[in-house]
């Protein structure tokens, strides 16, 4: 797999704009699911640490796709977990929440993070230690018109929700002025390769009308 910069890695997300969260209960489980999501199409895979052995996983799937594929870490509650985590292959790192000891180890080694904030004091202070891309989560409890309320004091703010995002309101939140969306549990209802061909079209037209 190729080195991508961190600058590099935080263009993908910005240009496909779609991260598919992925759990499973099983580390075969949790395979099987990543595999149908980049076989509809969705190449930018957030694989939790939730999963068991979830960094064995991160190492198989990174030899397996090399570079068609940017791979990242989710609900990284802590350094320890983050710094496994890149040195298992993944190239970005996702929290629930905002810790600034996790952050501050992806700054060490230049890896994108992501971190949960719910306010906007959550997300200036996110932002001062340094964190690239703020996750809105839940994103159910407020809907795409938050994204422009934070956006208002914080018109540099980068926000991608996480929680609740669907093949109906995804675009939404790309026309409300998220960079990205997350979707995990909408995606894995029914079928994995159709949900996620379906949500890149609404989420390259919603970009495509958002200009």
């Known amino acids: 797999m190729a080195f991508l910069t961190k600058e ?25 699911i990543v595999n149908s999501c980049i ?3 969705i190449n930018i895979i957030e694989l939790t640490f939730t999963v068991p052995y979830a960094h064995r996983i991160i190492e198989k799937i990174s030899q397996k796709y090399g570079d068609n594929i940017l791979l990242g870490a989710g609900t990284v509650l802590d350094a320890p977990t983050a710094r496994i985590a890149m040195l298992s292959g ?13 952050t501050r180890i992806c700054n060490r080694y230049r890896v994108a993070n992501m971190a949960g904030i719910l306010t906007v004091k959550e997300a200036i202070q996110a932002m001062e230690a340094g964190v690239d891309i ?12 938050f994204i422009k309320d934070i956006k208002g004091p914080l018109p540099y703010a980068q926000i991608m929700p996480t929680g609740g995002v669907s093949i109906e ?12 969306v997350g979707v995990g549990s909408n995606l894995m209802k029914g079928d994995v390769y159709k949900n996620a061909a379906a949500l890149i079209r609404e989420i390259n037209k ?5 200009g």
């Open 169 to 180: 309101n995804a675009g939404q939140w790309i026309k409300a002025g998220a960079v990205a």
């Open 134 to 145: 703020l996750k809105l989560f839940p994103g159910d409890l407020f809907g795409p018109a």
């Open 39 to 41: 076989d509809g199409g």
């Open 90 to 102: 993944a190239q970005f790192i996702v929290s629930p929440h905002f810790d600034p000891e996790v």
């Open 206 to 210: 919603s970009k495509s009308e958002r």
């Open 8 to 32: 590099e890695v935080l263009f993908k997300i910005r240009d496909n704009a779609i991260v598919a969260v992925v759990r499973g209960n099983t580390p075969e489980k949790a395979e099987e």
